[in-house]
């Protein structure tokens, strides 16, 4: 295994179908064993036959195989020339504003994920980085009270929690228009299996791994993709310069959580819709929100740039009491922060995920609860959230 793969491995890869993607890109069984699974290269240092020769690899901070194996299977589901790997979500965002200088400025949507926020609000904030937050469902609205000084727009669509769409297309030829501007989209929510923004303008896609590629609840991680060779080597500095990487156990578990991303997401595709069945439906329930339904505001852009609209569910009950009673009330849910796993959660974003967004332009309102619908037996699910809104 080496960092880069061969022109014919490219090749190879680019013809297979998504799921066999996830299995097998990047993961040729090992050489020098056979085995099937990519090997956890659990070392910190590699042998050199002579200085400056060696295998590849030299120390782990720098390379390891199975984060190798990993990036490489994480570009070819993104449909990206390269990828980045990281020790946890914002330590890939992190990397990723490291492209800027002092005095530039970062535009993101107006319900942007709290941790984005934090860290660019108040880490670069403080490093001379200035930011706005905009409706990005308006991109001609964006175009005509462009920021001076706008190196990044921040994407995130479905956003956290409010479920808002971004027509990623449209946002692209926005930014298309500045040259000295780039286009980042967070796909955490929609996964490479329902999204793939690099082919709708996106310069770079960053993922929290931790969340649907991982999806078992049980590793944190981070990925950047991209086709721009300047920014991957750019990420690849910042990756060894800066040491945030993720260890190589972490890589295998989030390499075998990712062969089953296709399967997984169809479950929580099918389980949401049910369970948003139930919430329109119920007399406690003022609002939902998630994309599928005919009546969200950005269905219509959903349906153009995604091929299902996801397993994350949010809605509003009039109250931050009554959201609170909802959260604790579940059985099956598990009140907890994350999302994307097998097993279904639930929690009140104003006062968990999004935090340090509160008195800021991205704060949540205090009656949203958010839901992580799993792949459990959906009757199941929904049965637990009945008892839990028929109690209110």
Request: hydrophobic share 45%; with cysteine; net charge negative.
């Amino acid at each position: 295994m080496t960092d880069d793969p061969t022109d014919h491995e490219t090749e190879r890869q680019e013809a297979w179908g998504f799921a066999t993607k996830a299995i097998h890109a990047g993961q040729d069984p090992e050489p020098v064993t056979g085995a099937v699974t990519v090997p956890v290269f659990q070392t910190s240092t590699f042998a050199q036959e002579a200085v400056g020769k060696h295998a590849g690899y030299e120390y782990a901070r720098t390379g390891n195989p199975t984060r190798t194996a990993l990036q490489h299977a994480l570009a070819a589901l993104e449909g990206a020339a390269f990828g980045v790997s990281f020790a946890s979500g914002l330590a890939a965002e992190d990397a990723i504003l490291r492209l800027l200088e002092p005095g530039d400025h970062v535009v993101m949507g107006n319900d942007a994920y709290g941790g984005t926020f934090r860290l660019i609000a108040k880490v670069f904030g403080r490093a001379g980085i200035s930011w706005s937050a905009h409706d990005l469902t308006e991109p001609l609205d964006l175009d005509r009270s462009w920021p001076d000084n706008t190196k990044l727009v921040w994407v995130e669509t479905p956003t956290n929690p409010l479920l808002t769409v971004v027509d990623i297309g449209a946002v692209a030829s926005v930014v298309a228009k500045r040259p000295e501007a780039r286009l980042v989209v967070d796909n955490t929510f929609a996964t490479p299996y329902l999204q793939q923004p690099l082919v709708h303008g996106a310069d770079l896609v960053v993922h929290s791994t931790t969340k649907y590629l991982g999806g078992h609840s049980d590793v944190v991680g981070g990925f950047v993709a991209t086709n721009e060779a300047e920014v991957h080597d750019h990420l690849a500095f910042i990756q060894n310069a800066v040491g945030a990487v993720p260890a190589p156990w972490d890589c295998y578990l989030t390499l075998r959580g990712a062969k089953t991303l296709a399967v997984r997401m169809d479950r929580h595709n099918q389980n949401a819709a049910a369970v948003v069945d139930l919430l329109v439906g119920h007399a406690e329930v003022e609002t939902v929100l998630w994309p599928g339904l005919p009546g969200h505001p950005g269905h219509e852009a959903a349906k153009k740039q995604m091929s299902g609209f996801g397993g994350m569910v949010s809605f509003r009950v009039g109250s931050r009491d009554r959201a609170m009673r909802v959260t604790e009330g579940t059985e099956l849910f598990t009140l907890a922060e994350s999302l994307g796993a097998v097993e279904s959660l639930i929690e009140h974003p104003g006062a968990m995920t999004h935090l340090s967004a509160a008195g800021s332009p991205l704060e949540v309102p205090d009656d949203l609860v958010r839901l992580s619908v799993g792949i459990e037996d959906v009757a199941d699910l929904v049965a637990d959230l009945r008892q839990a809104l028929d109690r209110l």
